[in-house]
């Protein structure tokens, strides 16, 4: 579970770093017009990315708490 976390927020922070970098603009006439359709587009991404870092935070956490359990339960004294 610790490595879907980790590959999670990883993914999600490569999407996120994409998604600030799109463009939001169009060029008519040698002009950048802002396009909302773009920004609605790219406003997605970063939500998806955003999703996608919390999936890998909680996925994290939960791997750790989970293996910390199954080393308390298994010891032996």
Request: proline share 0%; aromatic share 12%.
């Amino acid at each position: 579970m610790t490595t879907w976390g980790l590959g999670a927020l990883i993914a999600g922070v490569v999407w996120s770093i994409v998604a600030y970098n799109m463009s939001t603009c169009a060029l008519i006439d040698q002009r950048c017009v802002e396009n909302i359709f773009l920004i609605a587009a790219r406003e997605n991404h970063i939500r998806y990315g955003a999703f996608l870092i919390f999936l890998g935070v909680i996925f994290t956490a939960l791997g750790i708490i989970r293996s910390v359990y199954k080393k308390r339960t298994t010891k032996t004294d």
